[in-house]
């Protein structure tokens, strides 16, 4: 089963810093851009970084010269690493990406999303 697996979520006062993981496993020959998105409570969710498969970084400007992100190919893994961060950053945060998979010896390629971790930070 194909999946993407996020961890590093938590409580942090603001100022501090945290540092996610998303891995994505099963059957994948290839993977795309990878994507952290977040949504705050009643707000939609909004893409936060974007690494395409050669390293090109995208950031939104709320969060530019803050977070980082980066891939390692290896092992199918993206993070975010957050620094300085501040109470409106407060969300669950997604991985997602395109990930091409092997079905019964056939490709295919498809958008995947993980589960979502908490970040809160707060006093």
């Known amino acids: 089963q194909v999946q993407l697996v996020e961890s590093g979520g938590g409580l942090v006062q603001p100022g501090g810093s945290l540092r996610l993981s998303c891995a994505a496993s099963g059957s994948i020959f290839s993977i795309n851009a990878m994507n952290w998105y977040r949504q705050a409570p009643g707000k939609q969710r909004e893409l936060v970084a974007t690494i395409t498969t050669g390293g090109t970084t995208t950031y939104a400007d709320s969060v530019k010269g803050r977070f980082t992100i980066s891939r390692d190919n290896a092992k199918n893994t993206v993070y975010l690493q957050m620094n300085s961060l501040k109470p409106e950053d407060t969300a669950v945060y997604y991985c997602?990406?395109?990930?091409?998979?092997?079905?019964?010896?056939?490709?295919?390629?498809?958008?995947?999303w993980g589960q979502g971790t908490q970040v809160t930070v707060s006093s």
């Open positions: 997602n990406a395109e990930l091409g998979t092997i079905v019964d010896n056939r490709k295919f390629w498809g958008d995947y």
